[in-house]
DNA sequence: AGGCTAGGTTTCCGATAGGAACCAGCAGGT
DNA sequence: ACCTGCTGGTTCCTATCGGAAACCTAGCCT
């Protein structure tokens, strides 16, 4: 058991897992999706992603923007139009999401089986 | 902007998003890593991922056996000694898992660079 | 004037994360 | 025989987070 070297997502303190402590979050795997395919609006974020809240959806754009992986652009009209973007840095990204949304519609059934047929994991004692 | 169909992780009840939650979580994707190269002991995952107490690795571990990701073997030895290892389905997660990880290994200075150059974000009038 | 729109923030409260301390069970030293 | 240590796990307690709903801004429309 080693091939893990410096570098690896284990250290707590290097940049490797900080990025992934940045993404792996529920919400922000699931904006990062809805940014996938282009630009687009606040209002419909809220629309596609089922039960996020304005806040949270502000909260999790913010994070991004201020890593470097979104783009905001405010138009100065009104009623208020606000655009998200990835950035070149977030379009990187896009490859590893659509992987992971990728396996979770292939496999999340297989998971709420799993769990439907297992409700007791085990409890201290094999 | 449509090409999101029902499947897609958007819904909030569906499978896939419900897989998407289980494993977007800061935790259970540093462990899917460390469980992707072969059977690890507890121990030895409290000592690879930086920063992780037994509660959080025992209650993440928990939750990817209960969604059948992850299986534990524990022996009848003294001191006692826990394995936990991929089940097949959750090997089909080591590629994603490597994707993401590859990215922040990649992209980890990038964006911590960003953070340093963006302290402030925007504030809610651009 | 009053209401509508769209994005964002604030307030409040229940849920959760997380660390520290404690527990079980047995082998081995003394 | 007792005390200690090794390993995995759980309990307790608190700081933090998540989420719903209300409120805010600013201009156009009626």
Redesign the pocket.
Same mark, same amino acid.
């Given at each position: 058991m080693s091939g893990f070297g410096p570098g690896d997502p284990f250290l707590a303190d290097c940049p490797a897992r900080l990025a992934v402590e940045l993404i792996a979050?529920?919400?922000t795997v699931v904006v990062l999706y809805g940014l996938s395919k282009g630009p687009v609006?606040?209002?419909?974020l809220?629309e596609l992603i089922g039960?996020?809240?304005?806040?949270?959806?502000?909260?999790t754009?913010?994070r991004l923007q201020a890593h470097g992986l979104v783009r905001?652009h +405010?138009y100065a009209e009104?009623?208020?139009?606000?655009?998200?973007e990835l950035t070149p840095l977030g379009a990187t990204l896009i490859d590893p999401i659509h992987m992971l949304t990728e396996w979770a519609r292939a496999n999340g059934d297989a998971v709420l089986d799993a769990l439907d047929a297992d409700p007791e994991p085990? +409890?201290?004692?094999?």
């Open positions: 979050d529920k919400w609006r606040h209002g419909e809220i039960g996020i809240s304005r806040k949270m959806l502000t909260q754009l913010r905001r +405010a009104v009623p208020p139009r606000v655009e998200y085990v +409890a201290h004692g094999d």
